[in-house]
C-alpha cells in the first residue's frame, strides 16, 4: 500500500494544487465546473503515468441546495459546453439505485465518513448501528465465554469508532442514528452468553445494574464495554484536538481554514471547529476535565522558527470522560467530488 500511494501521490499532485486523497480516493470541494474539470485531467494524467483509470460510475459529486433534477440539468449544460469534459458524459447516466448514481444533492461517502444532509448522515450512521446489533447476534454460536467476550469488547464493539473519531459526539448521539441500540445489544449478548441466558429472566432494576456493571472500566470492578456515547467523546476529542495542532504547524493552514483564525478559536465558524469547542467545554464542565500544561510546538521545518502557542481546545485536557456519568442517568453552485482509482481489470 505503502509503494502504491508514493506511486500515484505524484499524479494527485499535478492536477490537485489543493484537495484530499487517501490511496486511491480522492476529495476535492470547489466550484461544480472547476469539480468537473479537476475531475477530467485526473482522468487524462491517471492513464498517462500510470495507465490508471478514474472508476466514474464510483465517482460521487455532491450538489447541495439543488433538487436532483436540476442538479443533473446543471452538470448536463457544463458537460456539453465545454469539449474538454466530454469524456465525463457517463456521470449523467441514471442507475436503478439511486445511491449509485454519480450526482447527489443529498450526501456521500468518503473514506467511510458521510458528508451530506443532517439527514443523510443520520441515516448512514443508523444503517451502519442496525449491522452491529444483527451482527453480534451472531457470535451466540461461540461455545468459549472467554473468546466470545474478546471478540464482542475489541473487535465488535469498536466498529463505530471511525464514524466517532469523524462525527461530532452531538451527531452520534442523537437517537435517529440508533448507537444506544449498539450499547444495550452488546452488553446484552455478553450477560446472555456469560449466565447461558439466564439474564433473560432479570427483571429491569437487575438488568439495569448489571448492564451499568458492564460498562464499567476495568479499575472500577466492570467489565469495560465502554458506551458508544462515552468513548465517542474521547475519539472525537482525540483526533479533531490532534488534527487542528498538526494544521497549526503547516505553512498553508489559512488555504484550509478559510474562515477565522486557528491561533484564536472565539474567531470559528465552521461546523467541525465549533463542535471542537463544544465537546472541549463539555469535558470541561460536566467531566470535570482540567487543562493540560500549555505545551509549545516544535519547530517548523520550514522556518525554524516555533509555530504560536496552541490554545486551550488545541490541547488534550488531562481526563476524558468516563462511565461515571453514566451511573447518575443512563450562488455560485459549490460541489464536492470524490473520486476513486483502479486499473482497467478492476471491477
Not at 139 to 153: A, I, N
Not at 212 to 231: C, I
Amino acid at each position: 500500500m505503502l509503494r502504491f500511494c508514493a506511486t500515484i501521490h505524484p499524479v494527485w499532485a499535478r492536477v490537485m494544487a489543493r484537495a484530499l486523497a487517501f490511496a486511491d480516493d480522492g476529495f476535492v470541494r470547489a466550484s461544480l465546473a472547476e469539480c468537473l474539470h479537476i475531475l477530467a485531467e485526473l482522468k487524462v494524467a491517471f492513464k498517462e503515468d500510470t495507465k490508471l483509470d478514474i472508476c466514474l460510475p464510483k465517482c460521487k459529486i455532491y450538489i447541495n441546495g439543488l433538487t436532483l433534477a436540476d442538479a443533473r440539468e446543471e452538470v448536463h449544460q457544463i458537460v456539453e459546453a465545454d469539449p474538454a469534459l466530454f469524456g465525463l458524459k457517463d456521470i449523467i447516466t441514471t442507475n436503478d439505485d439511486p445511491a449509485k448514481n454519480v450526482v447527489q444533492v443529498d450526501g456521500m461517502v468518503c473514506v467511510g465518513v458521510p458528508i451530506g444532509s443532517p439527514e443523510f448522515v443520520q441515516a448512514f450512521v443508523a444503517e451502519k448501528s442496525k449491522a452491529m446489533v444483527e451482527d453480534v447476534k451472531k457470535l451466540q454460536l461461540l461455545t468459549d465465554p472467554g473468546v466470545h467476550f474478546k471478540l464482542v469488547s475489541y473487535c465488535h464493539n469498536t466498529r463505530l469508532s471511525h464514524l466517532s473519531r469523524t462525527l461530532p459526539p452531538t451527531t452520534m448521539a442523537n437517537p435517529a442514528c440508533g448507537i444506544q441500540t449498539v450499547d444495550y445489544a452488546v452488553v446484552n449478548e455478553v450477560l446472555a452468553k456469560g449466565t447461558d441466558n439466564r439474564s433473560a429472566l432479570w427483571g429491569r432494576v437487575a438488568m439495569n445494574w448489571h448492564r451499568m456493571t458492564a460498562q464499567l472500566p476495568h479499575h472500577e470492578g466492570g467489565m469495560g464495554l465502554t458506551p458508544q456515547r462515552a468513548s465517542g467523546i474521547a475519539a472525537f476529542y482525540s483526533a479533531s484536538s490532534t488534527f487542528v495542532g498538526w494544521l497549526a504547524r503547516r505553512p498553508h493552514r489559512l488555504q484550509w481554514l478559510r474562515q477565522g483564525e486557528l491561533a484564536d478559536p472565539g474567531t470559528w465558524l465552521t461546523g467541525p471547529l465549533l463542535e471542537l469547542t463544544h465537546t472541549h467545554q463539555t469535558l470541561l464542565q460536566d467531566y470535570k476535565c482540567v487543562e493540560a500544561a500549555p505545551m509549545l510546538a516544535s519547530p517548523t521545518p520550514t522556518t525554524g522558527h516555533s509555530a504560536p502557542l496552541l490554545p486551550s481546545p488545541f490541547r488534550r485536557s488531562t481526563c476524558l470522560p468516563r462511565n461515571t456519568n453514566f451511573r447518575k442517568k443512563r450562488s455560485e453552485l459549490a460541489a464536492s467530488c470524490r473520486c476513486s482509482v483502479a486499473s482497467p481489470g478492476r471491477s
